[in-house]
């Protein structure tokens, strides 16, 4: 089993439509989570950080639930610029100093006119 | 402009012949890391450095060197490459009580 899994995707949407990805995560440990965001043949970029109260930035909310031990990013109004690979990374340092980072595979959107 | 290099961002070699990929940043970051990147496989981590002169292996260190001399630049040494050494590797840093890593563009790494 995948210490972070993720669907790969792809996941094709309309420009404007509302699109969830979720990640879920084995170690019940993970101090802090990620979403990185990575458009084709480029380097990661850090997204958001996802809150336990749960936090948002413009179009993307995040979420975190830790008795299901899993992730989600909600990307609402989706625009052509979306289009990349959403990369969920969680931080399985118990001392919390990230040097265990985790990435999963990456989810693919696609943003279509 | 702060950023992370990485040279060369291609390269093409032969199975057996020595490479080294440089790493720099100009943040004054005291972590640095190097990830390889595979089809499937995600992200993993090769080695990390938590300050100079200190380093430890990540998930998969075999057949890879590094050294921090200097709190820029963090080498990646292949001293014998593999074909299984095909890859795209990315070098990254940070602060050490921030979560938030900062990737160089990468390098796309072929073992023939």
């Known amino acids: 089993r995948k210490e972070v899994e993720q669907d790969p995707g792809p996941f094709n949407v309309p420009e404007g439509a509302t699109v969830a990805f979720n990640c879920t995560y084995s170690?019940?440990?993970?101090?802090?989570f990620f979403w990185y965001r990575q458009d084709c043949r480029k380097e990661p970029k850090l997204l958001m950080s996802?809150?336990?109260s749960g936090n948002e930035d413009g179009r993307f909310t995040a979420q975190l639930n830790r008795a299901s031990q899993y992730i989600s990013l909600l990307i609402r109004d989706s625009k052509l610029s979306d289009s990349a690979t959403y990369l969920c990374?969680?931080?399985?340092?118990?001392?919390?100093?990230?040097?265990?980072?985790?990435f999963g595979t990456g989810t693919q959107l696609k943003v279509e006119l | 402009e702060a950023q992370v290099t990485q040279n060369p961002r291609y390269l093409i070699t032969v199975t057996g012949k020595k490479l080294t990929v440089t790493c720099s940043q100009n943040m004054n970051h005291e972590y640095m890391s190097w990830y390889r990147q595979d089809p499937g496989l995600g992200l993993r981590q090769i080695y990390y450095?938590?300050?100079?002169?200190?380093?430890d292996k990540g998930d998969v260190p075999e057949g890879y060197k590094v050294s921090r001399k200097e709190k820029r630049n963090f080498p990646l040494i292949l001293e014998s490459p593999s074909p299984n050494q095909t890859s795209l590797y990315f070098c990254?840093?940070?602060?050490?009580?921030?979560?938030?890593?900062?990737f160089g563009p990468g390098t796309r790494l072929t073992v023939l």
């Open positions: 990254a840093s940070r602060r050490i009580q921030v979560n938030e890593q900062f």
């Open positions: 450095s938590m300050n100079v002169e200190v380093t």
């Open positions: 996802v809150y336990s």
């Open positions: 170690n019940s440990a993970s101090q802090s």
């Open positions: 990374v969680v931080n399985e340092d118990p001392t919390g100093g990230g040097n265990k980072l985790t």
